[in-house]
DNA sequence: TTGTATGCGTTATCAA
DNA sequence: TTGATAACGCATACAA
């Protein structure tokens, strides 16, 4: 494809690049006559401003990278949905960038990241120490539970939070056992979790045992199996997410237990999208979409104030879905 | 951030910078030495390469734009996520742009990504004429029941397939009444499956109806109030999407209709996030992860080749789901 | 095997 | 109000 550059605009009117720039950036004075004939120009030749060009001047892209380790959870498409739209109205892009959560990919995907075309990251995936390519980045973690404070901007959900919640959800003396599911306390995110919940439970008396669930497993039905393989005398179960939670669902009503009344389920997520499927599961929904604006928001006035001195740290309320 | 350049690279050696590209691109002869030494300096100074200055010298970026009209839509996910798995694996990265399929929004889409920083663009949004911009850029249509001689490279589900699925779904003489779910005809892709549809059932000899689905009902729950308060004594539905499948059987089995002994439910779609929901529907599914595969094959081989000429129209067969 | 000069398209600085 | 020139960081043609 043949492109029109300032150049040639500028050779058509028989002025500089330079005054082509200004014209079309409205900087300093250009006069109008000039400034029509280059508006013409730009027309005739469907000029378009290159912005590889624009950028290695300006140092500037308007892009972030977002890096998620899976778009088919409807939790991360939520947020990135809306997260795209809000950043799109100020004229940022995104590069996606699908990355498990515990694998030294991380680090490839950062280093690729940096010095290339984004200015700025927002990631759920932090399970690292913060690298030194990090450091020098605008750079928002996505969720997490526990405010990190060697990290400049987190949009977070307080475990603690969660924990009070479930254990509002798990009425005292009227169960016999929970089963709380938790993926792989390697990583943070899940051990943060689960001690909250755990310290949680222990507070009023709750008989509890843990599950290991795999980390990959999108649809939450090797967890189903082995949770109904595994365990015995349970009556509730707080699930990893609502995936797992429906699945659990689905196999009790197989089963014949009856859900809640036999069974309760405890979801975690609260996805629109799962929320719409009507399963007999309580969830506790982390709010995915004020998540991602709020994510969106920090981005932006990270990226306007190009400081990147000033630390937040927030955290989104949690809220149940019956 | 301060970042260093090939420049101080060089410096640092005591070669020149074209002695330092030529050593971090393999190209031509560099002694063993300064080539060894160059590494060292490009530790030392933590040096990346900077791609967009890269770009602008090579005129290429290895990114992608992908369009889509929704990352909430199982079937996007999953297409995406296949895409951007297999691109990656060639240094391709992906620049996540959601846009509704009849806005005019579009075309300046299309015309920002232009000239900018892609090198190739995968539209699941096409509804439109091929516009200028378009036609000079490697594009590939993601879906669509047709193929388009208009764009060069296609991957679409063969809409007289779907047609042909469906009235083997639907027992000759068993059943009074098909309702067939469709979204606004203006877009073509609707259209042209409709017409497939209809195509079958009247070629069999069978009672339908026609529902409009509204576009922004992402969970099919408006649409499926619409049907049954718009529409009685139906036995069938062939839904616009396993979303609306989903809700249909979920309405009919609160009012105490069987599913699918007295109401069958054919979805169409067939992510594996709603094949993993076990609801009592049959999907007719088009093998969202194939066609990403196929899509991102595809993207890579015209971006290869730098050629634009080769045309390709690909059908992903589709199967059904139980 | 290495270096010089030039170009990629744009913006900013300094002059006129 | 406009223009010449340099700079952004890298790659390549041409020389040596």
Redo the contacts with the bound molecule.
């Keep these: 494809m043949i492109?029109s550059?300032?150049?040639d605009v500028a050779k058509l009117v028989g002025?500089?690049?330079?005054?082509v720039?200004?014209a079309?950036?409205n900087?300093?004075?250009?006069?109008k006559?000039?400034k029509q004939k280059i508006e013409e120009a730009v027309k005739e030749l469907n000029y378009v401003?290159?912005k590889v060009?624009?950028s290695?001047?300006?140092k500037r892209t308007n892009i972030v990278g977002v890096i998620i380790p899976s778009i088919i959870d409807p939790i991360y498409s939520e947020e990135i949905n809306t997260i795209e739209k809000v950043l799109k109205e100020k004229g940022v892009r995104i590069l996606l960038c699908l990355c498990p959560r515990n694998s030294h990919q991380y680090e490839l995907e950062l280093k690729n990241m940096l010095n290339s075309y984004i200015d700025g990251i927002i990631s759920a995936v932090y399970d690292f120490p913060v690298t030194m390519a990090e450091e020098n980045v605008p750079f928002v973690q996505l969720g997490g539970g526990k405010v990190d404070y060697s990290r400049k901007v987190n949009v977070i959900t307080d475990d603690y939070e969660v924990g009070q919640a479930a254990i509002k959800l798990i009425e005292k003396g009227k169960h016999k056992k929970v089963i709380v599911q938790h993926g792989p306390l390697s990583l943070s995110e899940e051990q943060d979790r689960l001690d909250a919940i755990v310290y949680a439970l222990n507070g009023s008396e709750v008989n509890y045992e843990l599950q290991l669930v795999d980390q990959d497993d999108p649809y939450g039905i090797e967890g189903t199996q082995n949770l109904f393989k595994d365990f015995k005398d349970f009556d509730v179960v707080l699930s990893r997410n609502d995936q797992n939670g429906y699945q659990v669902v689905l196999e009790a009503q197989r089963r014949g237990i009856m859900v809640p009344s036999e069974l309760k389920v405890i979801g975690y997520g609260g996805s629109q999208f799962l929320a719409n499927m009507n399963s007999p599961m309580t969830t506790i929904s982390i709010n995915p979409s004020k998540i991602g604006n709020k994510v969106a928001e920090l981005t932006i006035s990270m990226l306007a104030e190009d400081s990147k001195k000033k630390n937040q740290q927030i955290s989104v309320p949690i809220s149940i879905i019956n």
């Design positions: 492109l550059s300032i150049e002025v500089s690049t330079t005054t720039s200004r079309l950036n900087k300093s004075y250009v006069s006559k000039t401003p290159n060009a624009k290695l001047s300006s």
